[in-house]
Nanobody, 116 residues
Framework: EVRLVESGGAWVQSGESLRLACAAS????????MSWVRQAPGGGLEWIAS????????FYADSVKGRFTISRDNTKSILYLQLRNLKTADTAMYHC?????????RGQGTFVTVSG
């Protein structure tokens, strides 16, 4: 069974940074592309970043390009998302998902609140 558990969400001020983590289990993490998606309050799911299994290809949504960095540690089965220069519009529940540009399956999420 695929299990994805996100952590690291917090309440921060605009311009600050944060690192999210996603602990994966129940599948071969090192062989799986992974993604981050988010859902703002009252909004729909938004794909924001993906990384192929070996990390050789990385993709970002325009809304986060240049500010967010996706990375992974295949030895620990952990996916990361470094968030920099956060804006109020980044306030959302952040989920990791298995697959490339995927929204399912995904974890329960970790909430990031950015105040101005």
């Amino acid at each position: 069974e695929v299990r994805l558990v996100e952590s690291g969400g917090a309440w921060v001020q605009s311009g600050e940074s944060l690192r999210l983590a996603c602990a994966a289990s129940g599948f071969t993490f090192s062989a799986s592309a992974m993604s981050w998606v988010r859902q703002a309050p009252g909004g729909g799911l938004e794909w924001i970043a993906s990384m192929t299994a070996g990390g050789g290809n990385i993709f970002y949504a325009d809304s986060v390009k240049g500010r967010f960095t996706i990375s992974r540690d295949n030895t620990k089965s952990i996916l990361y998302l470094q968030l920099r220069n956060l804006k109020t519009a980044d306030t959302a529940m952040y989920h990791c998902a298995k697959g490339l540009r995927s929204v399912v399956p995904r974890g329960q999420g970790t909430f990031v609140t950015v105040s101005g």
